[in-house]
């Protein structure tokens, strides 16, 4: 049950047994409720991240800030213009130029402080003019009413926002896309952050388990945020979207598999509503006793608490529970006779 308010639903599964569950409480920082989203979001999302045939990783950032609420309202601008830029004739040529500009500019700074060899420099610029030159060519086979979000493909937006000293609020997009030039994204980015652009990170996401682990993390993270700035927090990102789709993606839907028969066509059906029970303890044993109905309708169900699921226990143990709890003190281990009737 949700550890914030207590209150949960049952759930009494096609083929017979039922669950406690939580009722999701809407705050962010409730630890459990924020795990089922978490797993919601995953189990619609790493399906479609999987099917990618070449997908990367693309993280604008904007300047930190003090003041959240106007950080958001900075970067959600920011990346609205961003995403509607347009790459048609008119602005091209322009674009393409600023990019140009900041390859010798990057790459000259790393030559001053020695990291890199005048013949690396010449390398790196000659390389980047020709990818340049390529995605520019290729833009303009495209068409002449071109936006940015045309060609980076079908995705998904993550919001993220961390506070160290100020806060950072920043989306991680994982994009199914072509190439697309780091210097080409970086001056777009500075251009619709009117100059709050800070960083531009892209990269490829491979295929291995560790690399998909690595976009799991990002879909099923809770905030991290202090104690002391929560409130904050609530009141900036009422409304935001944890997951902005793009390219018209969208999630997968999920037949959940029965937790006891294993079938995707057992389905739950809400059988009662509560926040009161009463918790025992048979030993290291959570028994959860929850009355529902009214009046002489009302009935009594008993739970076992297995790896934090509330499972409904099986008819024959009510009975060895009771007389264990009534015969023994509340600390005494369940017998084994209860032990192997639970469930």
Known sequence: MCKRTGKFVILRQTCGPARAVPVDCGDIFCVECEKMRAARRAAGWLPVIKKMRSSVMLTPTIKDGGDLRDRIQVYQASFRRFLDTRLGARNRPKFLALAGEFVIEHYSKLLIEGNLTSAEYAEKVTDWDRSLDLFDKRLGRIGKTLRLRDVIGRGIALFECTWDKDWHPHRHLILDTKFLPWPYLVIL???????????????????????????????????????????????????????????????????????????????????????????????????????????????????????????????????????????????????????????
């Open 189 to 343: 980015w500075r251009s619709a952050t009117r100059g709050q652009g800070q960083v531009i990170d892209i990269r490829p996401i491979g295929k291995s388990d560790k690399d998909l682990k690595e976009v799991f993390k990002y879909l099923s993270k809770t905030w991290e945020i202090p104690e002391n700035r929560r409130d904050e927090f609530r009141d900036a990102v009422r409304g935001l979207k944890r997951v902005w789709p793009l390219g018209g993606s969208k999630p997968v839907k999920v037949d959940k598999e029965c937790p006891f028969c294993g079938s995707s066509t057992c389905h739950p059906r809400i059988v009662g509503m509560g926040e009161d029970c009463q918790v025992m303890r048979v030993g290291d044993q959570e028994i959860m006793q929850v009355q529902i109905g009214e009046g002489t309708k009302a009935i009594d169900l008993y739970f076992v608490n297995i790896k934090g699921t509330w499972t409904e226990a099986k008819p024959e143990a009510v009975d060895l529970i009771l007389r264990e709890i009534a015969c023994h003190s509340a600390g005494a281990p369940p017998t084994e006779a209860i032990q192997k009737v639970l469930i």
